[in-house]
C-alpha cells in the first residue's frame, strides 16, 4: 500500500494538480528520500495538460442530499475505533464506508450520509483511529503518511470490527463494504481475506492485492468500478476480473469512460458530475439486487 500511496503522489504531479515542491513534501513524508522523490519526478512527463477542475466546482454530490451523521466509537481488535454512522429510517441493508488515503473527512461522512438517505445505514469507519483519528491531522499529507507507516496487518482486523458494528446496529440487514482508492484497495484486501459476512462489495478504483485469492469472501457479489484515464489503477483491473471468475463470485466490472481516478469526489480536483451520478445509481441497483 505504501507503493500505491507513493504513486499516487508521483501521478498527482504528473498531473499538474500539485507543485513539485508539495510533491517532494508529501513523497519525504511517505518515507522517500529526496534524491529518489527527485528523480521519481524527473522521470514524469512535463506537469500541466488539461487544466484540472477547482475542488468543489460543477455540479453538486451524486445522490440525494445526504442525512446527517453522528460520531460514534465501537470496539476494535487493539482498542476504541472511531467512526460516522448515518441510520436509514427503514433500511434495506447496511454498508461499510471505507475512505480514501486522507482518512474520515467530510466527503465520506456525506457518502454515508447519502447512502442512509437512499435507504441503506452506514458506517464510515477511521482507520486513522489509533492515531487519535483523523480529525487530529490538521496537514491531510501526514493524515496519508500515518496510513502509510501503520502495520498494513491492522487494517482488516479493523474493517471486521466495523462490520461487527454494522450487524449490531442492523442485526436483521445483510451488510456491505464500498470504499474509494485507498479504500477501494481496502475492500479488495477484506475480501482477499476471506469475509463471508459480505453480501456486496463495490471498490471504486482500487488497487488489488498480488494473487489475490476471493474464493474465501463467497457470496459476496462484487461491483468493481474504475475510470478509463486511471491508468495505474486500471493496470490491476484484469487481474481483479480474473481472481473473481476465479473464486465464482457475481461480478460486475464497470469502467466509466473519459474520467480519471477519483472521479466520484466532489471536493476533488477530478471529480465528475455526470459520471459519479451515473455511478451512485449503479451502486444504489447493485445494493437493491444484492442486499436484503
Excluded at 34 to 61: D, E, I, K, N, R
Excluded at 149 to 169: H, I, M, S, Y
Aim: net charge negative; glycine share 10%; charged share 15%.
Amino acid at each position: 500500500m505504501n507503493e500505491y500511496l507513493t504513486s499516487e503522489v508521483v501521478v498527482d504531479y504528473a498531473d499538474g494538480l500539485i507543485s513539485r515542491r508539495e510533491a517532494l513534501r508529501r513523497l519525504t513524508m511517505l518515507g522517500v528520500s529526496l534524491a529518489v522523490a527527485a528523480t521519481m519526478l524527473a522521470a514524469c512527463a512535463s506537469p500541466g495538460g488539461s487544466t484540472p477542475t477547482p475542488a468543489g466546482s460543477g455540479s453538486g454530490p451524486a445522490g440525494p442530499a445526504p442525512l446527517p451523521t453522528e460520531a460514534v466509537t465501537f470496539p476494535g481488535p487493539r482498542g476504541i475505533l472511531q467512526g460516522a454512522w448515518a441510520a436509514a429510517a427503514d433500511p434495506r441493508g447496511s454498508v461499510l464506508v471505507i475512505h480514501e488515503n486522507r482518512g474520515l473527512t467530510d466527503h465520506i461522512r456525506s457518502v454515508a450520509g447519502r447512502l442512509a438517505a437512499s435507504g441503506y445505514s452506514a458506517l464510515a469507519v477511521d482507520l486513522l483511529s489509533e492515531e487519535g483519528g483523523t480529525a487530529t491531522f490538521t496537514d491531510p499529507a501526514r493524515a496519508t503518511a500515518a496510513l502509510s507507516a501503520a502495520a498494513p496487518t491492522r487494517f482488516v482486523p479493523d474493517l471486521r470490527a466495523g462490520l461487527d458494528e454494522l450487524l449490531r446496529r442492523v442485526p436483521a440487514k445483510s451488510p456491505a463494504a464500498m470504499g474509494f482508492c485507498f479504500g477501494g484497495g481496502m475492500v479488495w484486501q477484506l475480501l482477499a481475506a476471506g469475509e463471508p459476512r459480505l453480501r456486496a462489495a463495490v471498490p471504486f478504483y482500487g488497487p488489488l492485492p498480488d494473487h489475490a485469492d476471493l474464493s474465501g469472501s463467497k457470496p459476496a457479489a462484487v461491483l468493481g468500478i474504475y475510470a478509463e484515464d486511471d491508468a495505474r489503477v486500471n493496470a490491476s483491473r484484469d487481474a481483479a476480473r480474473a481472481a473473481l471468475e476465479q473464486a465464482g463470485l457475481k461480478h460486475e466490472i464497470v469502467t466509466f469512460p473519459g474520467v480519471n481516478h477519483a472521479f466520484f469526489n466532489d471536493t476533488g480536483q477530478r471529480y465528475a458530475p455526470a459520471a459519479a451520478a451515473q455511478a451512485y445509481q449503479r451502486v444504489l441497483d447493485w445494493f437493491a439486487a444484492n442486499l436484503s
